[in-house]
């Protein structure tokens, strides 16, 4: 079972990257997933979160109405759209998995996250 990311790069502020994550081996649609990212010497945090089904959604208020995350069951699939980007926006981000049918609510707080994918590095420039 791996978690793959990918998308990140460097940008000015403005303007806009597609992070995307793969899942491999597992029942992808019955897993909660998310976004998270963490800079030096703090903590890793929630950026969105999606349900199994990708009817429930949660964001975090320093990027609502500016990324939107999705997902693709079909591809094992994850996506973060990041629009409007801010160079407060640098970080690694990481994609996260819950428990299998676990609720969204249970992976909102990153110790609750028990699969992670590699960090791809985001940098804002401005």
């Known amino acids: 079972v791996q978690l793959q990311a990918s998308g990140g790069g460097l940008m000015q502020a403005g303007g806009s990257l597609r992070l995307s994550c793969v899942a491999s081996g597992r029942t992808f649609s019955r897993y909660v997933m998310g976004w998270f990212r963490q800079t030096p010497g703090k903590e890793r945090e929630l950026v969105a979160a999606?349900?199994?089904?990708?009817?429930?959604?949660y964001y975090a208020d320093s990027v609502k109405g500016r990324f939107t995350i999705s997902r693709d069951n079909a591809k094992n699939t994850v996506y973060l759209q990041m629009n409007s980007l801010k160079p407060e926006d640098t970080a690694v981000y990481y994609c996260?998995?819950?428990?299998?049918?676990?609720?969204?609510?249970?992976?909102?707080?990153?110790?609750?996250?028990?699969?992670w994918g590699q960090g791809t590095l985001v940098t804002v420039s401005s």
């Open positions: 996260g998995s819950g428990y299998i049918d676990n609720a969204l609510g249970t992976i909102l707080d990153p110790a609750g996250v028990p699969l």
């Open positions: 999606i349900s199994w089904s990708g009817g429930s959604t």
